[in-house]
C-alpha cells in the first residue's frame, strides 16, 4: 500500500484527542458515546479538511504550483482552511464561492477567509463552480503562473486518503485505551470525501465498527453511488485490492431536511444539547445534523445499551457565526 509513503505538508496536530461524551452519553441512557475531536486539528480552527489537505498541498507542491484554486459555498469550512494551508506553503489562493447574491456579507468562514488574504470570485450558480475554476486557472497559466486546482471539500482519491490514515490512528487509540467501538457516525454528502475514505479506511483496517454516515444533501442512491466509486478510486490510487460495492456505504437520509446547508429542529436541538452537555460546538450545516440522527437512532433503541459509539466531529464551528438568530430561536 502506498499510503505510508505518500507525500504530506505538515499541517494537523495529530492524534486528535477522543474523548467520551459522559455528560450526554448519562443523559440518553447509554450507549457510551465517544467524540473523535477532527474540530481540534489545529489550522485556522481545525476541522476535517485539514487532513486531507496534508496529501493535497503535498500534492500540488510536487506540481510546482504556484497558485491553489478551490470552490465551495460561501461559508465553506473547506476553504477557510485551504486558504489557511496555502499560506503556511507559501501559496497564492483563490477561492470560488457561491453565494446567493454578488455582495455576500462578511462573516465567519468568510471573513476568516479575507484575513488569510485569499482571493474570493463569487458566484451565485453553484452548478457552475468547477468551470469558474477552470476559467481563473486558464488566466493565471496564461499570466505564467501554475494553478492547481482542488475539487469541492478536497473529495478526490488524494484528499480521502486522509480518511484511510485516520482509520488506523483511530484503530491504535482504541487499542491504547481498550475499548472495541461498535459504530463511527459522520457526516455524508456526495461526494463525501471523508465519507468514502472512512468506509475504506475500515475495510482496509478490518475495523469492528460499521461506518454510519448521515446525509447533510444528497439522496441515498447518490451517496451510495459515488461514495463507493470515490473509495474504490481512492483505494487504486493507494494501490490497495479491495473493491466496496453500493452496499458498504450505510446512510441514512432522514435528518437532512430542506436540504443543504438548512438547520432542521432536531439539528439545532443537538447543537443546544452539545453546548449544554459536553461544552462543544457543532455546526448547523454538517455535525448538527449528524449528532441529530445519532441521538434519534438512540433515541429509538436502535444502538444496544452496552455498546460504544465514535461521533466524528468535523468541525464547522465558525458558520454558526453567520446563523446566530436562527441558533438563538432554538435555546
Ligand atoms: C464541518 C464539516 N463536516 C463534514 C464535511 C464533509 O466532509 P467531506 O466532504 O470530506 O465528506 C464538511 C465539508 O465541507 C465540513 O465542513
Redesign the pocket.
Known amino acids: 500500500m502506498r499510503l505510508p509513503g505518500l507525500p504530506r505538508f505538515p499541517l494537523a496536530q495529530l492524534p486528535t484527542p477522543l474523548v467520551p461524551a459522559k455528560n450526554l452519553t448519562a443523559l440518553l441512557g447509554g450507549p457510551q458515546i465517544l467524540i473523535k475531536r477532527d474540530d481540534l486539528t489545529g489550522l485556522a480552527l481545525g ?3 485539514t487532513r ?1 489537505l496534508e496529501y493535497l498541498i503535498a500534492d500540488a507542491q510536487s506540481r510546482g504550483a504556484t497558485h491553489v484554486i478551490t470552490m ?1 459555498s460561501v461559508q ?3 476553504c477557510r482552511q485551504t486558504a489557511a494551508a496555502c499560506r503556511l506553503a507559501g501559496l497564492n489562493c483563490v477561492l470560488v464561492l457561491n453565494a446567493p447574491n454578488d455582495d455576500p456579507e462578511i462573516q465567519g468562514n468568510f471573513l476568516l477567509d479575507h484575513m488569510l488574504g485569499a482571493e474570493p470570485r463569487i458566484i451565485q450558480d453553484k452548478s457552475r463552480r468547477m468551470a469558474e475554476a477552470e476559467k481563473v486557472a486558464e488566466e493565471l497559466t496564461s499570466q505564467g503562473h501554475v494553478p492547481y486546482i482542488i475539487p469541492t ?3 478526490n482519491p488524494i ?1 480521502s486518503s486522509a480518511y484511510v490514515a485516520f482509520s488506523y490512528e483511530l484503530m491504535n487509540q482504541l487499542i491504547e485505551q481498550g475499548i472495541n467501538a461498535t459504530r463511527l457516525y459522520a ?3 456526495g ?6 475514505g472512512l468506509c475504506l479506511g475500515q475495510k482496509v483496517t478490518n475495523a469492528p465498527w460499521k461506518v454510519q454516515g448521515i446525509s ?1 444533501e444528497d439522496p441515498e442512491d447518490n451517496i451510495r453511488r459515488i461514495n463507493s466509486t470515490l473509495a474504490n478510486e481512492t483505494a487504486s490510487y493507494l494501490g490497495l485490492d479491495l473493491r466496496l460495492g453500493e452496499d458498504d456505504i450505510h446512510v441514512d437520509v432522514g435528518y437532512t431536511g430542506a436540504g443543504y446547508g438548512v438547520p432542521t429542529d432536531e439539528c439545532l436541538e443537538a447543537i443546544k444539547l452539545l453546548a449544554q452537555t459536553e461544552g462543544l460546538f457543532l ?1 448547523p ?3 448538527g445534523k449528524t449528532m441529530a440522527g445519532l441521538i434519534d437512532h438512540i433515541r429509538k433503541g436502535e444502538i444496544g445499551e452496552d455498546e460504544t459509539v465514535i461521533f466524528l466531529h ?3 464551528a465558525p458558520s454558526l457565526f453567520a446563523e446566530p438568530k436562527t441558533i438563538l430561536s432554538a435555546l
Open positions: 476541522g476535517n479538511k486531507k465551495g465553506s469550512n473547506h471539500g478536497g473529495s484528499g457526516a455524508a454528502g461526494p463525501g470525501g471523508t465519507h468514502a447533510t455546526d450545516v454538517y455535525t468535523t468541525g464547522g
